[in-house]
């Protein structure tokens, strides 16, 4: 699907792209692909099991991510660290860290950390996205 807003996508492995105004993009399950293309974009992640890669995500351009119900035990008021781990990955051969991967733990016991969703070309850290607004929590 192209050219769209405010897109939720089904159990399979879904390419979604959007418009050029602020769009809200789900992919739902399986292993999804989302592309905001323009506007100011709101990404949601809400299936456990699943992993999105968006291509276009811009911290400096006030978009969002979303993943607060994956994070089934965390209230708030826990260490955000318990749930949500961010890695700088190389998503090419030149060795260089390309791309943010976010693994979450549901329940912040510990341990269970799985890859929920890979940004493209984004570089930062769990206290930089939540403090600036990038990523939601809760």
């Not at 276009?56 to 991510?65: N, R, Y």
């Not at 955000?80 to 030149?94: K, L, N, P, R, Y």
Request: no cysteine; aromatic share 4%.
């Amino acid at each position: 699907m192209s050219s769209i807003e405010n897109v939720t996508g089904g159990a399979g492995d879904d390419a979604i792209t959007g418009d050029g105004n602020a769009n809200i993009l789900n992919g739902g399950g399986g292993t999804d692909t989302l592309t905001g293309a323009g506007g100011t974009d709101r990404f949601v992640a809400d299936t456990a099991g699943a992993v999105a890669t968006i291509t276009d995500f811009s911290t400096a351009g006030g978009e969002v991510l979303n993943i607060a119900a994956l994070l089934t035990g965390y209230s708030g008021s826990e260490a955000i660290a318990d749930f949500v781990q961010i890695a700088q990955v190389d998503s090419d051969t030149d060795g260089s860290t390309d791309d943010l991967s976010i693994r979450v733990d549901a329940d912040g016991v510990g341990g269970d950390y799985v890859e929920a969703v890979v940004m493209e070309n984004v570089s930062s850290d769990l206290t930089t996205l939540i403090g600036d607004g990038n990523l939601e929590v809760v």
